[in-house]
C-alpha cells in the first residue's frame, strides 16, 4: 500500500503485538504528569538557591545543563537495555519527558534571552544562548559517554 506522501507502507512486525501510542493512554499521560510535577517543583527549588550571576541568568542555564546531562545518561542507558517498551517505555516517560522536561526549561532560556535583549544586555543575551546550547550539547554528550561507559563496565 502508498502512503500519502508517495512512500510504500512498511508492513508490520507480526512479532509485535499491535499497540497504542503511550502518548494516548492514562498510564502514559500519568507517568509524564507526575514526573513533570516532581520536576517543576526541583526546578523551582534550584532557581530559590542559585542566584543570578550579575545579569546572566545562572539558574536557569544549571537547570539546563544538568538536564541535558542526565536525559543524555537516561536515554543511553534504557537504550541500551533493549527496546523503548515495557518498563523501560515507562521510565523514559516519567523521568524523561515529564522530570527532566519538568527541569529543563528552554521556554525559560528563550524569555531571558528575549528580556536581557529589552534590557541592553546583548553581550550577555548572546553569550548565554551560545553557553547554553553548546555546553548543553557537551553535557548531554557526556551524559551519554558515561552511561556508555558503565554499560561496558557492568558487563565484564
Known amino acids: 500500500m502508498i502512503q500519502s506522501n508517495g512512500h510504500p507502507e512498511l508492513p508490520l512486525d507480526p512479532d509485535l503485538p499491535p499497540s497504542t501510542p503511550p502518548h494516548l493512554t492514562w498510564t502514559g499521560v500519568g507517568l509524564v504528569f507526575v514526573g513533570g510535577v ?6 523551582y527549588a534550584v532557581g530559590q538557591v542559585v542566584r543570578p550571576w550579575g545579569a546572566f541568568p545562572a539558574a536557569t542555564f544549571v537547570e539546563n545543563v544538568v538536564g541535558a546531562f542526565a536525559l543524555g545518561v ?3 542507558a534504557l537504550g541500551r537495555r533493549g527496546p523503548d517498551v515495557g518498563v523501560r517505555q515507562r521510565l523514559r516517560l516519567l523521568l524523561g ?19 536581557l535583549l529589552r534590557d ?3 553581550s550577555v543575551a548572546v553569550g548565554y544562548a551560545v553557553a547554553s546550547v553548546v555546553v548543553g550539547f557537551v553535557a548531554s554528550t557526556v551524559g551519554i559517554w558515561a552511561a556508555a561507559a558503565h554499560h561496558r563496565g557492568s558487563i565484564r
Open 38 to 43: 516532581v520536576g517543576t517543583a526541583a526546578r
Open 74 to 76: 537516561l536515554l543511553e
Open 97 to 115: 519527558v515529564g522530570l527532566l522536561g519538568g527541569f529543563t526549561t528552554y521556554s525559560t532560556l528563550a524569555t531571558e534571552i528575549d528580556l
Open 120 to 122: 541592553g544586555y546583548a
